[in-house]
């Protein structure tokens, strides 16, 4: 009778050489054979999963009109300039080639949703607000999904995501609201809008374009714990000043601002929204000094008009508007994302105070910043971006604490 023996060679990183002997009775070895074994360290075989996602490239930007790509990079079809195209679009767009395969169902169409009652507009507590969005995103899985990013002082910080096929390779937009968590009829307005619109997905054919096409990240509350309290501030300082900014690189934010910078970062948003309350403006930065954005302020100012124009409201720098205001969100989401190639194009808003005609506003203005923020680059080279009209301050506008 013969025994085995095994000797086990550990040779690399992911093989390894097993030897088998063979005794007999008198003790004699004779060797059997050689076998490689391949194996795979999991780690490793997860690290290439995540590495083969592909990501959308943000289009570069210049002035150059040979880098004009209409609409192959997103399954949109640009239209022309459009201040050439008479103003302002509504939501009355059409469906665009290609992508028309979806995972809403197996036909590959883009299906109805229900998400249930419509919110009564009355202002939520922070796990309201959570387990609404919670709600809807088990009631429309193939279109939203619900995480918490991170708890602030006891509070969670959460997302809403909106995104009806596949989310690979599609530009990433965040919408944000409550920065500033005593500003929370921002939440109240941007509820409202995003279940109308929501509700409009597989009817509606702009609306079921741009979320097909557009990885929406909708953030209720950016500082939980200060909505809660109704403050302004959060960790005892204007958490919309304490952002990093260029020459302050950075910068000693506020929990929440930490959190949503990583958030941010994580993801790399090609358009930022950040709503606050008030004065009824969209406004592009910068705002902690006066000069423009470069190459990019023909895009802003465009943009900004169009989507201004929608929501009746004015537009224009943010210093301009609210004065100077070092460490704020649309600074830190424009120079952040354009150092890192996501190429970030960010407005802020400020709601004019009314709910129900601010959610009527921004029906017709955040479906545009949608579709057109992240490929904004393509107006550069047209040279037709307008001025921004003098600014009148609204009745009860107070500098500084908007
Ligand atoms: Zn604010």
């Not at 992911?14 to 074994?37: A, M, P, W």
């Not at 509820?191 to 557009?214: H, L, N, P, W």
């Amino acid at each position: 009778m013969a025994t085995n023996l095994h000797i086990i060679y550990w040779s690399g990183f992911y093989h390894f050489i097993l030897v088998e002997f063979s005794v007999d009775r008198t003790g004699k070895v004779t060797f059997s054979g050689i076998l490689l074994l391949m194996t795979l360290q999991v780690s490793w075989l997860l690290s290439c999963a995540e590495s083969q996602e592909p990501t959308y490239q943000a289009p570069k930007r210049n002035n150059q009109a040979s880098q004009k790509n209409p609409g192959q990079q997103t399954g949109i079809q640009q239209g022309a300039n459009p201040l050439n195209a008479g103003g302002v679009q509504g939501t009355q767009g059409t469906i665009s080639q290609g992508q028309q395969s979806g995972s809403q169902d197996s036909q590959g169409t883009s299906s109805a949703v229900n998400i249930g009652e419509e919110p009564s507009g009355d202002q939520l507590s922070v796990s309201e607000l959570n387990s609404l969005l919670s709600s809807w995103a088990q009631k429309a899985p193939g279109l939203l999904s619900y995480a918490k990013y991170g708890n602030v002082n006891g509070q969670d910080a959460s997302f809403l995501r909106i995104t009806g096929k596949s989310s690979q390779n599609l530009p990433k937009v965040m919408v944000t609201a409550a920065t500033h968590g005593n500003e929370q009829i921002t939440t109240t307005i941007l509820i409202s809008v995003f279940y109308k619109m929501i509700s409009q997905y597989g009817k509606d054919a702009a609306i079921t374009e741009i979320f097909d096409t557009r990885d929406v990240y909708f953030v209720p509350a950016v500082c939980p714990d200060a909505y809660e309290n109704n403050t302004r501030e959060a960790d005892g300082q204007d958490p919309n000043r304490s952002f990093p900014y260029p020459g302050e690189e950075q910068g000693s934010p506020s929990k929440c601002i930490s959190a949503i910078m990583k958030l941010f970062n994580d993801k790399k948003f090609n358009a930022t929204i950040d709503y606050h309350a008030q004065g009824g403006m969209i406004m592009y930065p910068w705002a902690y000094q006066s000069s423009e954005v470069g190459e990019h302020n023909q895009a802003y100012k465009t943009l900004s008009k169009k989507v201004a124009d929608a929501a009746n409201y004015q537009w224009g720098q943010i210093l301009d508007l609210v004065g100077e205001s070092p460490g704020s969100s649309a600074d830190y989401y424009h120079w952040q994302g354009n150092k890192s190639g996501s190429n970030t194009v960010a407005l802020g808003v400020e709601v004019a105070g009314d709910v129900s005609s601010d959610i009527g506003s921004h029906l017709k203005a955040l479906p545009i910043f949608l579709k057109d923020a992240p490929t904004a680059s393509f107006w550069l080279s047209e040279g037709l971006a307008p001025e921004p009209p003098p600014f009148i301050p609204p009745p009860g506008f107070v500098r500084g604490m908007e």
